[in-house]
């Protein structure tokens, strides 16, 4: 995305702000860009950290978690299906060599 700043002011604004000209990717460009996201979310980041997570303690990171995140937003997230070591990192786990 390429951002131009033009030299007439924008409604209402200032002399010293100028108006900025977006000219986002075409949607065709969007979507594949957001496609290659998932993926790379789905094959590195979210299987890397599933990884590393089953090779520590649970108990240790359910205690770390609990000491760190409210428990309304824990139950936020289990409301939702979401893992809450997905969502926080804890100590434990954020000292642990990912792949």
Same mark, same amino acid.
């Given at each position: 995305?390429?951002v131009?700043?033009?030299k007439?002011?924008?409604?209402?604004?200032?002399?010293?702000t100028?108006?900025?000209?977006?000219?986002?990717?075409?949607?065709?460009?969007?979507v594949?860009?957001?496609?290659? !996201?998932? #993926? %790379?979310?789905?094959?590195?980041?979210?299987?890397?950290? +599933?990884n590393?997570? /089953?090779?520590l303690?649970q108990?240790?990171?359910k205690?770390?978690?609990?000491?760190?995140v409210p428990?309304?937003?824990?139950?936020? !997230?289990? #409301? %939702?299906?979401l893992?809450?070591?997905?969502v926080?990192p +804890?100590?434990?786990? /954020?000292?642990?060599?990912?792949p």
């Amino acid at each position: 995305m390429t951002v131009k700043t033009t030299k007439r002011a924008a409604v209402g604004a200032t002399p010293a702000t100028a108006a900025l000209i977006l000219n986002p990717p075409s949607p065709a460009r969007q979507v594949r860009f957001y496609q290659l !996201l998932v #993926a %790379a979310r789905t094959q590195w980041f979210t299987d890397a950290l +599933s990884n590393a997570l /089953s090779q520590l303690e649970q108990k240790v990171v359910k205690d770390q978690i609990g000491e760190y995140v409210p428990e309304d937003v824990q139950r936020i !997230l289990a #409301a %939702a299906g979401l893992r809450d070591e997905h969502v926080f990192p +804890s100590p434990l786990s /954020s000292r642990k060599n990912l792949p």
